[in-house]
């Protein structure tokens, strides 16, 4: 549903789109200090994000960013988020893509899609212990690999 | 016979890792096969950190991320909280703060200039370019009091009004550096084995380039025009003209022609920035113990290395709840293996340099 | 046997034995720290001035100190060649100066001292040929220590002292065409007679003997085989204490050697400019090993400018210069001084 | 088509000479190297040396142990403890430790000290011998100059 308070008709455009295209799909589009963020289902993270990049021009990743909600709000959300930050040379338009992930789920990976998204998604499995199908070398990244734990996670003990 | 494929480690002990990287390597002869960085040595957990650190003792850690250029990382940093607090920023702070942001960006510049001509083997340059880095730290330092880890800006605006004599000095090394730049190119821009060590090498098509989301001067000698300060202007970037420096090839040599004319350009917006600087306040009064309402916010500024963002996620106390960093140097690297495989040995040295990157900024 | 027949027959030649061990390493202690005080004023430092005179005993308090620090072997190191490597790098180039001369003889009652130790008739080619050998202390060096850089450096080192052998070969033949001997005393004592130096007759030679002099010497922009940024230290890496300042010495030995070669070849070794010009005889009353001296430190000099200035070439690049460049060049060379020689 | 001038300067050498003209300028130029011992460089006025504690004109200390710089220390370098004296209406020190070692020197404590007690000194020469110097009590923290080195450095052989 394309919301009218989005004061910036180019981001505008962009919510509209996807709200045409995907419906059901999107669970919520907000857009609060300029920035466009829409959430989606899990399992609809690729087409999504296929189509902010080939119809819509997203032609860049700029960041992925793992977040956890401990304890869990509720049965709605679940724990874990994976935010994915687009961006669209050379109009400099930002979308965020949120996406939903519980404890012990594994959503796809995009390095398909953004090639940039490889060290990232390494990234998130090491600190939040996500898991993403599909990764071609899904291993820890800054971490030693007998490591144990995933030290973003708020239940990570901040003391030996 | 041929020869066989040997594993080698470089790093992370080795002269020219810049820190402490750890690049495997599986070389034929001198011919690089695959090549894989490895990194985390310098991890130190700085997202977690900063979860149990309040918004105005983040600053201070931002200093060690990119240390080479304490004060870009400063900025994102505050600039991504003052968007997230709804803060109007006086003029006079903005323009102070494009200032000591360039000055950074020279800063950094210079420092990589040297490093890089120093992996290539043209030592001296290093001694030259860190002359001038000199000035712009004694600027620094009697401006702000600190000479690498600088944090110099804070919530608001900018801790001290740039004083007389500080604008002297700042005039001083805007007349100075350009001399001993051009010393400098004239040691390498011409020079034969730079050219062989530089042209050709290393080289990233367009396409590529935007597929690995390459940001920064790296991006630029590829063919993107693509410069945060003048396509989505910050901190009142708008107020000044700049030429936004652009080479097609996208090799070790274009990153050098780049960076080369982005210190001019930096020049060039020091000078507009001191010459225009408007009267008011530098620094806005925020409260002491700032708690901030709940909200999101990701904000990006054009770093010396390249686009450095800040995702900051709060919780209505005076803690952030999620702050994730936007690394120009771990989005850049991760691009190495495709720009080095297939070259020699010798130009995996100078690829890494020309790519600029800072492990304190990698790791986190 | 009088006494002064034992001074001059069995003293004087055990001195000049002695000397001629001293001088290259008195050289290598002056060019050690001539080159870290000049790297040092290029790069607007000041460099070592503590230890002595404007630091000129530096070098000899960093020997001390490689003196004294552990001699460490890799475990996996090939002991024999390991220890012999060193060894033979210096052996090789201490031993070609036996046959440099010095400066012109001169007589004390009736007995000619010559300042060289042993004159041959073919002593350019084993000048050449004993200080190749020293790039046999070099593979044995990177291959003994069993380790992958030193490997690298080795193999490097090989490749590059071999192909630089044919140009430095090629242009020393050249002065060979005008001096018709091979013997470095008659060589020098043929630039007097010709009354011009053969470096003037012969700037193409020069310039590509120079070239490949540096490159025998593994020094910057050739220093591939030990380049830091790469290499870490190339085939000394794993060499530690006095062995690795055997290498160091026997590194700044060689270039000595060479600028004396290129002196020696091609600037009239201990003869002042313009010798047999009347007008100019008042040079002669400085002694023919200071000439010597005066040109040799040219070129060390050079050496050093040249090292702070350049970056460093790249391998694939550095055998296209030998090869595409240099070896046609010293072979179209050779061919035209034979041509003029045959001619005129 | 490589131009004449091209050809030209790839044969008598001339980027190569260019390069040395340029060394060979910078080897007669004065040289920036300050030796140290000898000469210092003055640091600047703000320059964020050791931190200090200062006193009134009067003598008596200005910290009013109101601890806002333990509280804003991103890594926790202070332990003060104050008490009020018989008489005074405000509080005085009666310790505090400052742990050099986790100072990060970013100035968080000299900005938010409300009387300017705490404030950095020009001091930047901090070599010592062991761990004991780094931890400053309330009598170390108004020691200055000499006095501070032999404090931090009482291994020197002077």
């Known amino acids: 549903m394309p919301e009218e308070w989005i004061d910036a008709p180019a ?48 032609n860049a990743l700029d960041d992925m960013i793992g977040l956890d909600r401990f304890p869990p709000p509720g049965d709605e959300r679940k724990r874990f988020a994976v935010l994915y930050q687009l961006y669209k040379f050379p109009e400099a338009l930002r979308v965020r893509v949120a996406v939903d992930v519980g404890e012990g789920e594994a959503i796809p990976s995009i390095v398909g899609l953004y090639r940039s998204a490889d060290w990232a998604e390494r990234e998130i499995f090491d600190m939040f212990g996500l898991r993403f199908l599909g990764h071609p070398d899904l291993r820890r990244i800054y971490l030693p690999d007998e490591f144990a734990g995933h030290p973003l996670r708020k239940d990570f003990p901040l003391e030996g | 016979m041929a020869f066989q494929e040997i594993a080698l480690n470089m790093g992370p002990q080795h002269p020219s890792t810049h820190g402490v990287l750890r690049l495997k390597l599986n070389v034929d002869n001198e011919v690089v096969r695959s090549l894989e960085p490895v990194i985390g040595y310098l991890h130190r957990g700085m997202e977690k950190l900063w979860e149990s650190q309040t918004y105005v003792q983040i600053i201070p850690l931002t200093d060690r991320l990119d240390y080479l250029a304490a004060l870009s990382n400063n900025l994102a940093y505050v600039l991504a909280v003052e968007k997230l607090m709804g803060l109007e920023i006086p003029k006079r702070a903005q323009y102070l703060r494009v200032i000591l942001v360039e000055l950074q960006r020279l800063a950094s510049h210079l420092a990589w200039l040297g490093f890089m001509a120093n992996d290539v083997g043209a030592m001296t340059v290093l001694l030259y370019s860190f002359e001038d880095r000199e000035e712009i730290l004694d600027i620094f330092e009697a401006y702000v009091g600190a000479r690498l880890t600088v944090h110099g800006m804070r919530i608001g605006g900018v801790p001290f009004d740039l004083d007389d004599p500080v604008i002297g000095m700042i005039r001083k090394a805007l007349d100075d550096i350009p001399k001993r730049i051009a010393d400098i190119e004239k040691l390498l821009n011409d020079n034969r084995i730079w050219l062989h060590r530089t042209q050709g090498v290393g080289a990233i098509s ?24 003048r396509d989505i202007p910050y901190s009142s970037y708008e107020d000044f003209e700049f030429d936004v420096p652009v080479r097609r ?49 990701f904000h990006t500024i054009e770093a010396p290395k390249g686009e450095l963002g800040f995702y900051i996620k709060s919780n ?32 995996v040295v100078g690829i890494l340099g020309s790519l600029d990157i800072v492990l304190g900024e990698i790791d986190k | 046997m009088t006494g002064l027949t034992l001074l001059f027959d069995v003293l004087i030649p055990g001195l000049k034995i002695g000397a001629v061990i001293l001088y290259p390493m008195v050289m290598v202690i002056v060019l050690i720290w001539m080159e870290r005080r000049v790297v040092a004023f290029i790069q607007g430092r000041i460099g070592p001035n503590r230890v002595g005179f404007q630091g000129l005993l530096q070098p000899i308090a960093d020997a001390t100190k490689l003196f004294f620090k552990e001699d460490i072997i890799p475990r996996q190191a090939d002991q024999f060649f390991f220890n012999l490597a060193p060894v033979l790098v210096m052996v090789s180039s201490l031993l070609a100066f036996s046959f440099i001369p010095l400066g012109e003889p001169f007589e004390i009652k009736g007995y000619a001292i010559e300042l060289w ?28 220590s069993n380790s992958k850089y030193p490997l690298m450096g080795a193999l490097r080192a090989v490749v590059q002292i071999l192909s630089y052998e044919i140009p430095l070969g090629m242009t020393a033949l050249t002065v060979v065409f005008f001096s018709r001997s091979m013997d470095l005393v008659a060589i020098v004592n043929n630039q007097k007679d010709a009354r011009v130096w053969f470096g003037f007759l012969l700037p193409a030679s020069f310039l590509v003997f120079w070239i490949s002099g540096i490159a025998e010497t593994n020094r910057a922009p050739f220093d591939l085989p030990e380049a830091e940024s790469e290499l870490v230290a190339g085939y000394h890496t794993e060499y530690s204490g006095m062995k690795f300042a055997f290498f160091y010495i026997a590194e700044y030995a060689h270039m000595v050697l060479v600028s004396s070669l290129v002196v020696i070849l091609f600037f009239g070794g201990w003869l002042p400019p313009f010798p047999n010009v009347k007008a100019l005889a008042f040079l002669h009353a400085l002694p023919g090993f200071a000439w010597y001296l005066i040109k040799i430190m040219f070129f060390l000099y050079l050496y050093i400018w040249i090292r702070g200035t350049l970056p460093r070439y790249r391998f694939d690049v550095l055998i296209k210069l030998v090869w595409k460049w240099l070896v046609p060049l010293s072979v179209l060379n050779f061919v035209i001084v034979a041509l003029a020689w045959y001619l005129l | 088509m490589k131009s004449l001038q091209e050809i030209f300067q790839k044969v008598f050498l001339l980027d190569i000479l260019q390069g040395l003209l340029v060394t060979l300028k910078h080897y007669f130029s004065p040289k920036v190297t300050i030796q140290y011992p000898e ?14 504690l200062f006193r009134d004109e009067r003598g008596e200390p200005l910290c009013i142990a109101c601890k806002s710089c333990q509280r804003i220390c991103p890594t926790h370098c202070f332990d003060i403890e104050g008490a009020r004296p018989e008489g ?49 009590h309330l009598e170390d923290m108004y020691t200055e100059g000499e006095a501070l080195q032999d404090r931090l450095c009482g291994g020197c052989l002077k």
């Open chain 1, 11 to 58: 981001l505008k455009a962009v919510a509209g789109s996807l709200a045409a295209r995907f419906g059901e799909a999107i669970l919520e589009t907000t857009f609060e200090k300029k920035e466009l963020a829409v959430r989606v289902r899990a399992e609809d993270v690729l087409p999504v994000l296929g189509h902010l990049k080939s119809e819509l021009g997203f």
């Open chain 2, 206 to 229: 367009r396409d590529d380039a935007l597929a690995f989301g390459l940001t920064g001067p790296a991006l630029r000698a590829t063919g993107v025009a693509w410069d945060i300060r």
């Open chain 2, 249 to 297: 090839n996208g090799d070790v040599n274009d990153r050098y022609l780049v960076r080369m004319e982005e210190i001019r350009q930096s020049l060039r917006i020091v000078r507009q920035a001191l010459d225009r600087l408007p009267a008011g306040e530098h620094l806005v009064k925020v409260p002491r113990v700032l708690k901030i309402p709940p909200g999101e916010v």
């Open chain 2, 316 to 347: 209505g106390t005076d803690k952030p709840e999620r702050v994730k960093m936007k690394s120009p140097s771990f989005i850049n690297l991760q691009s190495l293996e495709r720009m080095s495989k297939g070259d020699l040995f010798s130009d």
């Open chain 3, 117 to 144: 130790i042993a004159q041959s008739p073919v002593g350019l080619l084993l000048v050449l040929g004993l200080s190749s050998i020293g790039v046999f202390g070099i593979i044995f060096g990177g291959w003994a």
């Open chain 4, 39 to 52: 000469k210092v460089k003055e640091p600047a006025a703000r320059f964020r040396g050791l931190l200090r």
């Open chain 4, 88 to 136: 005074s209406k405000v509080l005085k020190p009666t310790k505090f430790d400052w742990t050099l070692d986790r100072c990060s020197f970013c100035g968080l404590c000299t900005e938010v000290c409300p009387t300017f007690a705490i404030r950095f000194s020009r001091e930047f020469r901090m070599s010592l011998l062991g761990k004991g110097p780094l931890l400053f």
